[in-house]
């Protein structure tokens, strides 16, 4: 199927043709491109879909017989998956394009992935907290399909080709799961390490025994790996963007996204990449296989630098220390070291949110401030009274110092001024006050001898 020579409508098997829709560009990735859609006449599978609702429609790249058979299996898987009546940990299947074989799968449209989403949210305050708690969905995600799996076939088996762009958001928020099938990793005599000595950017998030096509013990450990290095590649991300960096145009697909530890397991591969298909990986050919190495350390403490925006270095510690265990707990070398069960991994994702949480609370409180001692307070209210006496002696000794200045004054005004005439009235009455008293003393006296005379004829 040509689409550079076919006019964009395509025929589904319901009958209902789909046309893309104006102004969706399409998204071109390593093995197909995924076009916005809508669809027009007959029903789309199980659902009716009304005119102008947005679909996706996932085309092969023509020429890519891989990635053909790899759109057979998802189609196989996403079939099976819509034929549960629990919730789906993938986008809804309308429709196949194609036929004998499918060559198209129409899908639930999910307009964001999880680095696009990570990229808008990064720079919030609470953007650490987002993330853990939205890896922890993911991972609740994947353990669903696992246990689908499961129950399905009778065999656990991992998604094996989890990464940033595989997890979408669908219009509704919920996280999703999109690219089912086998990965696309080549067999280690057609591998580019062969010839090129060059390994592509997918291989960011690829497990050990995957690339090797080792034995796999532990189908749940495949997808663990892969998102615990998704979430490196988005916390490089956030500390590249907050610093000005240039962000390459392939994402997090780009080494630069890499972790150290991946480093030493391509060096490893590159030496001889046949050197344990079909077998155990031999833990002895890796260096510290159970724990990350020095850079891969220090660019995870890096990562959480000013995620607490009102508190010091001692919260981002307790959380580097809660990532750093999750880190080395999910990027251990030997499978069985691993966390095998995307379910384990979510409740280390939930742990890490709560302890940001609690820590961002306690950051944002702020604390009372402390009260003095009894003997401080008693200390200050004498001083306080000490202050006002001295304030209130000030004051009266102006005062003083003001009724001196008048009295000296009114003294010496009067020493300079000549006495004033005393009138004739002012002249005769200190005279008439004598005379009375000396009448009033003759008068006392005459009635003391009278009551003397009296008393003795009374004897």
């Known amino acids: ?36 859609v809508t669809g027009d006449g007959g029903p789309a599978g199980t659902s009716a879909i009304p ?5 996706a429609l996932k085309l092969w790249n023509e020429g890519d017989e891989v990635a053909l058979d790899q759109l057979q299996e998802q189609a196989r898987v996403l079939v099976e998956l819509s034929s549960s009546d629990d919730e789906l940990p993938c986008p809804r299947l309308y429709d196949l394009v194609g036929t004998p074989l499918v060559t198209g799968l129409v899908m639930e449209w999910c307009p964001v992935d999880l680095e696009l989403w990570w990229r808008e949210k990064l720079a919030e305050p609470d953007a650490f907290g987002r993330l853990m708690a939205t890896m922890a969905t993911v991972c609740r995600r994947v353990s669903d399909y696992h246990v689908f799996h499961a129950q399905r076939s009778g065999l656990e088996s991992g998604h094996g ?6 997890i ?39 497990a050990p025994e995957l690339l ?29 963007i907050l610093d000005d960096g240039v962000v390459p145009r392939n ?23 046949t050197r344990f298909r079909a077998r155990p990986l031999d833990l002895e050919a890796f260096p510290d296989p159970l724990e990350l ?8 403490r890096e990562s959480v630098r000013g995620i607490f925006p009102e508190s010091g270095e001692s919260s981002e510690k307790a959380i580097y220390e809660l990532l750093l265990e999750l880190f080395d707990h999910g990027m251990s070398i030997d499978p069985a070291h691993r966390y095998t069960s995307a379910r384990d991994l979510a409740a280390a994702f939930e742990g890490l949110t709560r302890r940001y949480l ?47 200045i008048e009295r000296d004054e009114a003294i010496a005004a009067a020493e300079h001024r000549p006495p004033a005439p005393t009138p004739p009235l002012q002249r005769l009455l200190p005279i008439a006050i004598v005379a009375v008293l000396a009448v009033n003393l003759l008068l006392l006296a005459v009635a003391g001898v009278g009551v003397g005379v009296l008393i003795a004829n009374l004897n």
């Open 1 to 36: 199927m040509a689409t550079a020579t076919l006019p964009l409508v395509w025929r589904g098997r319901s009958g209902r043709t789909y046309v893309p829709q104006s102004g969706g560009r399409p998204r071109h990735g390593v093995a197909s491109v995924v076009r916005r």
């Open 51 to 55: 005119d102008g609702t947005p679909l």
């Open 161 to 166: 080709d989890l990464k940033p762009s595989n």
């Open 168 to 206: 979408l958001m669908a219009a509704d928020g919920r996280w999703l799961l999109s690219d089912f099938g086998k990965p696309q990793v080549a067999e280690p005599d057609d591998s580019p390490w062969a010839s090129s000595r060059v390994i592509v950017g997918t291989e960011n998030y690829v």
């Open 212 to 240: 090797f096509h080792a034995d796999q013990p532990f189908p749940a450990a495949l997808d663990t790996w892969s998102l615990v290095a998704s979430c490196f590649a988005l916390l490089q991300l956030r500390r590249l």
């Open 251 to 273: 994402g997090t697909r780009s080494p630069r996204f890499r972790m150290h530890r991946i480093h030493q397991v391509i060096e490893v591969y590159s030496a001889d990449p």
């Open 293 to 300: 190495p020095e850079q891969d350390r220090r660019a995870i």
């Open 358 to 404: 609690e820590l961002s609370t306690v950051s944002a409180r702020k604390p009372a401030p402390k009260g003095p001692a009894p003997e401080t307070l008693e200390i200050q209210r004498l001083r306080r009274l000490a202050v006002a006496a001295e304030a209130r002696a000030a004051s009266l000794e102006r005062e003083l110092t003001d009724v001196r």
